[in-house]
Nanobody, 123 residues
Framework: QVQLVESGGGLVQAGGSLRLSCAAS????????MGWFRQAPGKEREFVGS????????EYADSVKGRFTTSRDNAKNTVYLQMNSLNPEDTAVYYC????????????????WGQGTQVTVSS
């Protein structure tokens, strides 16, 4: 099973940008669909975006489309989430996850999860 560790979270003003990283170990991410999810206080964890095995295809939730971009470097075994034009509604703990089903947007389709990194956007 792959182990995942997120980093790059922090406090940013509205309109700013952050780039999250997810470093994998134990197995190559080239074997996985890699997804990003987020969970705001009092809300359920929700899908943000994902990339297929070689990163050639990506998908996004409507709420982040055009602002967030996920990419991966399989040689470095790392996945990224570039977040631009952040707003307070993006405040959440962000998780990366590994799965085997392309176009999967539900938690049960991902088998490995990181511990999460906090992103806070101030107005």
């Amino acid at each position: 099973q792959v182990q995942l560790v997120e980093s790059g979270g922090g406090l940013v003003q509205a309109g700013g940008s952050l780039r999250l990283s997810c470093a994998a170990s134990g197995r190559a991410i080239a074997n996985y669909v890699m997804g990003w999810f987020r969970q705001a206080p009092g809300k359920e964890r929700e899908f943000v975006g994902s990339s297929n095995w070689n990163g050639a295809s990506t998908e996004y939730a409507d709420s982040v489309k055009g602002r967030f971009t996920t990419s991966r470097d399989n040689a470095k075994n790392t996945v990224y989430l570039q977040m631009n034009s952040l707003n307070p509604e993006d405040t959440a703990v962000y998780y990366c996850a590994a799965g085997s089903s392309w176009r999967a947007r539900v938690i049960r389709d991902y088998t490995s999860w990181g511990q999460g990194t906090q992103v806070t956007v101030s107005s």
